[in-house]
């Protein structure tokens, strides 16, 4: 750390990321400011600087080797910090950097500490049972749905669930077919929910989420519960539901709610006719089905399913951030990461959830083509993750479009071309660039999108490389009322084209269909001579000769 990134930080105050200690405090105190903040967002601790950024310096002699052997010997896991002395306006500080850490760390005494925010600014406070156990499965190092539940026995399963569980399966031909003809017990041992404890064979937390009595789920895992929440435009609750019910009957019941609070609208468009619900069930299903299966069950809040009328918004909360690496703008790049492994492969396998593994990417495709905006999960921070759906009215003419690409080829547009052609329709154009930095998608998949939407002749593009520019075609803008946007786009780009043409001939001394080819190879043979013909009807150009020796001159 130079002086100037010292005086920098300092300026900024004491934050989560930054604790400033005068050089009197304690080596305990300070162990436990250092396991604090490796357990929170990780950062520094500045040592020789008053609570009021007034720098006071070090009073006694600082070693950073000896100061990181005695900060491993009273950790556990032994931690690896940095530290250096850096001198400014006269004075020394200790700069001891903390890394975030995956794991969870303690002092060597046995104290789990975090740093929180409190009224009075950040704090250490304990870190607690459930806590360290939330803390852990999102790293993807333990499954809390896996664990037994020692007071529970077998008389806490409920026989009615596992008839429904059965009837489950039988209704989604995605499903273990297989389980239908076993046993109660070979169901749980298939499906791993139950497990040994103490010599005694109990169900997990999954096993009891999925098939167990209410009243035990209630007494045994209070932090489950879920809400159903219906506010109408004058912002009364219209539905109020909440319930504790295991997780398959509460999946079937949220799903009568949500039919019941989700008309559909008959949208036409000439002979074009189709009906759109306001939210994509399947989308609403498959979000669902994850926040059940990644909230964390040892946090106490509920999940929420909140439809607002007034707005139009059909929002899905529950409590447990994204796992680690995972972020609302990357939620479609990273690949499956549950935080309940147990409990996410008895869903899959009881056909509720994508046997793939990749329900976000249907959730998003679900909402795009049915004309809708992609879902939203920008309001989710690391205590809890948000999606939110817009009910409002449909794009009829993009549903036709869609429609007409069906018809035509006899496919249906994947997720990465519903994704390009709705943000080039929302932008009007888009670099190849500004496509990769939005979508977060595998370029050489992005590429070949782009250039599949051209062959379909959704989009155009006009330039080369990463500053290649790419909108809707002249019949997509057309049906979309676009017209405007895409004769302006589209003279602009052939203005240019036009004036390299003349000045290559002006060069040259003439210019062939070949050489207009080199020089805009996002043209077809086609194109390249309906510029050229162009310009020789505008008389800018004349045609010489014929067929292969046809060239065109300046007039």
């Known amino acids: 750390m130079t002086p100037e990134e010292l005086r920098s930080l300092i300026q900024s105050g004491e934050s989560l990321e930054v604790e400033f200690k005068r050089d009197d405090v304690s080596d305990n105190d300070l162990i436990e400011e250092i396991v604090c903040i490796a357990n929170g967002p990780g950062g520094w601790i500045l040592l020789g600087v008053e609570d009021d950024g007034a720098i006071s310096g070090l009073k006694h002699d600082f070693d950073p080797g000896q100061f990181l052997a005695l900060v491993q010997g009273r950790t556990q896991p032994p931690l690896a910090i940095r530290a250096r002395v850096v001198e400014l306006d006269g004075q020394r500080v200790a700069a001891i950097h903390i890394p975030k850490q995956r794991h969870v760390v303690a002092t060597s005494s046995g104290k789990y500490l975090q740093r929180a925010p409190t009224l009075h600014g950040p704090e250490c406070r304990p870190l607690y049972p459930h806590e360290i156990s939330s803390r852990l499965s999102v790293g993807g190092n333990y499954d809390f749905s896996a664990q037994p539940v020692p007071s529970a026995t077998w008389?806490?399963?409920?026989?009615?669930?596992?008839?429904?569980?059965?009837?489950?399966?039988?209704l989604n031909p995605g499903a273990d077919q297989i389980l239908?003809?076993?046993?109660?017990?070979?169901i749980v041992r298939a499906l791993r929910l139950t497990a040994e404890f103490d010599g005694q064979i109990v169900p997990t937390v999954a096993g009891l989420l999925l098939l167990g009595r209410q009243d035990t789920i209630q007494r045994l895992l209070p932090a489950h519960e879920a809400a159903f929440q219906v506010t109408g435009p004058d912002l009364n609750m219209r539905v109020n539901e909440f319930t504790r019910a295991p997780l398959i009957k509460l999946f079937e019941r949220f799903g009568e709610l949500f039919s019941a609070h989700n008309p559909?609208?008959?949208?036409?468009?000439?002979?074009?006719?189709?009906?759109?619900?306001?939210?994509?069930?399947?989308?609403?299903?498959?979000?669902?089905?994850?926040a059940l299966v990644h909230r964390d069950y040892a946090a106490l809040n509920a999940v929420y399913v909140q439809i607002q009328e007034g707005s139009d918004e059909l929002t899905i909360i529950n409590p447990g951030g994204f796992p680690e690496g995972v972020t609302p703008d990357n939620v479609l790049a990273v690949g499956p990461r549950p935080r309940n492994p147990a409990l996410a492969d008895a869903f899959k396998?009881?056909?509720?959830?994508?046997?793939?593994?990749?329900?976000?990417?249907?959730?998003?495709?679900?909402a795009l083509k049915s004309g809708k905006r992609p879902p939203n999960y920008g309001g989710s921070t690391n205590t809890l993750v948000r999606v939110t759906f817009h009910g409002g009215p449909a794009d009829v003419a993009l549903l036709k479009v869609l429609h007409d690409v069906q018809k035509r080829t006899g496919r249906l547009l994947d997720l990465p071309h519903l994704l390009l052609l709705w943000l080039i329709r929302e932008r009007g154009e888009v670099t190849l660039g500004e496509a990769l930095d939005s979508l977060r998608m595998d370029p050489a998949l992005s590429r070949r999108v782009l250039e599949e939407l051209l062959d379909l002749g959704l989009i155009e593009a006009k330039g080369q490389g990463r500053g290649r520019k790419y909108f809707l075609s002249m019949g997509v803008a057309t049906a979309l009322g676009k017209k405007t946007a895409y004769t302006r786009r589209s003279g602009i780009a052939r203005a240019r084209q036009e004036a390299i043409v003349l000045e290559h001939a002006k060069k040259h001394g003439k210019i062939t269909r070949k050489d207009v080819l080199l020089l805009f190879p996002e043209l077809s043979e086609r194109q390249a001579t309906g510029l050229l013909e162009a310009m020789v009807r505008k008389g800018n150009l004349r045609a010489m000769g014929r067929k292969g020796g046809k060239h065109y001159i300046l007039p």
């Open 155 to 170: 008389d806490d399963l409920d026989p009615l669930e596992f008839d429904r569980l059965r009837q489950t399966i039988s």
């Open 264 to 290: 559909q609208e008959e949208l036409r468009s000439g002979m074009f006719r189709v009906d759109v619900p306001r939210f994509p069930p399947e989308a609403f299903r498959e979000a669902l089905a994850n």
């Open 180 to 186: 239908l003809d076993d046993s109660n017990e070979q």
């Open 349 to 366: 396998r009881i056909g509720i959830v994508e046997r793939r593994g990749r329900g976000i990417e249907r959730i998003f495709r679900e």
